[in-house]
């Protein structure tokens, strides 16, 4: 089993900036893919971004391709989401994930262990 926290979130205004961290423990952390995702109120939770346990192959939701950054260290078992750009639209709860193989996956079927969210509002 894998425990995860997130950090990072909070209120920025559009075109600005947020870096989301989240922390894990448990299961060797260089072993296992890790993502991001997102919900926001009355929607449904949706891919944002997904590394693989090594860092050699990201993969990213088309709506946030070119804005937004994944990246972990294996060192610090931690993985990160740079956020830049920021639009209104990106307002929601953002969790991460980790995956249950060293692989990465655009479903939340195929994450095993989830944090408890953090909050990201961008106002217009």
């Known amino acids: 089993q894998v425990q995860l926290v997130e950090s990072g979130g909070g209120l920025v205004q559009a075109g600005g900036s947020l870096r989301l961290s989240c922390a894990a423990s448990?299961?060797?952390?260089?072993?296992?893919?890790m993502g991001w995702f997102r919900q926001a109120p009355g929607k449904e939770r949706e891919f944002v971004a997904a590394i693989t346990s090594s860092g050699g192959s990201i993969g990213y939701a088309d709506s946030v391709k070119g804005r937004f950054t994944i990246s972990r260290d294996n060192v610090k078992n931690t993985v990160f989401l740079q956020m830049n750009s920021l639009k209104p639209e990106d307002t929601a709860v953002y969790y991460c994930?980790?995956?249950?193989?060293?692989?990465?996956?655009?479903?939340?079927?195929?994450?095993?262990?989830w944090g408890q969210g953090t909050q990201v509002t961008v106002s217009s």
């Open positions: 994930a980790a995956s249950t193989s060293k692989y990465y996956s655009r479903s939340p079927v195929e994450f095993g262990s």
């Open positions: 448990g299961r060797t952390f260089s072993s296992y893919g």
